[in-house]
């Protein structure tokens, strides 16, 4: 069964960069996936940060497009997200996931724990 | 602001049915995007409970369905049980952000 297994710094000052990765365990990397990042703020709702394919293919919310990039490794099955710039409206739970897709996307399947991200000074 | 919109909260007893509305326009919902069902509980990572507009994964129960019609769909849940309080969102893609939205989130709260 896939897993999805994510890291990074939990803790940021503001204009520090926010740089996250999440691998895949015991699953197909590649194949009719994407990998995606969501966030969720205090006490807001889910916001859709980007999504990357393992052919490199990527696509971005538009409101965050300025500062926001990912890659992937497909050698290492792990997929990152870099977030420049950050301020307090960046605090927030991160969660990578996997995107599943056949004849339509199936939505996201797959979801890692969660990293919690605070920007403060 | 959502460019799905869900009602912030919906309530029901214990056995009682309830339905979860997801309102999108024609560059989402309306064009043909498939939509899909989450349901988070606190602290917990959201979990996929509908896929492509009424489709349940394995071990989802049968008490939750979900339809889309027009810009909108909807999430029903039958026979209401106390574990079922959580939140839920509906998400779809926009043609015109090229990017995929969530609803703002319905909480249930199971009386």
């Known amino acids: 069964q896939v897993q999805l297994q994510q890291w990074g710094a939990g803790l940021l000052k503001p204009s520090e960069t926010l740089s996250l990765t999440c691998t895949v365990h015991?699953?197909?990397?590649?194949?009719?996936?994407?990998w995606t990042w969501i966030r969720k703020s205090p006490g807001r709702g889910l916001e859709w940060v980007g999504e990357?394919?393992?052919?490199?293919?990527?696509l971005y919310n538009p409101s965050l497009k300025s500062r926001v990039s990912m890659s992937a490794d497909t050698s290492q099955s792990h997929f990152s997200l870099t977030l420049t710039s950050v301020t307090a409206a960046d605090t927030a739970v991160y969660y990578c996931a996997r995107i599943s897709y056949g004849d339509y996307f199936y939505g996201m399947d797959v979801w890692g724990p969660g990293t919690s991200v605070t920007v403060s000074s | 602001q959502s460019v799905l919109t869900q009602p912030p909260s919906v309530s029901g007893a214990p056995g009682q049915r309830v339905t979860i509305s997801c309102v999108g326009s024609r560059s989402n919902i309306g064009a043909g995007y498939e939509v899909h069902w989450y349901q988070q509980f606190q602290d917990e990572a959201p979990k996929r409970l509908i896929y492509?507009?009424?489709n349940r994964p394995s071990g989802v129960p049968d008490r939750f369905s979900a339809s889309k019609s027009g810009t909108s769909a909807s999430l029903d849940i039958a026979g209401l049980q106390a574990e079922d309080g959580a939140v839920y969102y509906c998400q779809s893609f926009d043609s015109s952000l090229s990017a995929w939205l969530f609803g703002g989130g319905t909480r249930l709260t199971v009386l």
């Open positions: 492509g507009s009424s």
């Open positions: 015991d699953g197909s990397f590649s194949g009719h996936h994407y």
């Open positions: 990357i394919h393992d052919g490199g293919r990527s």
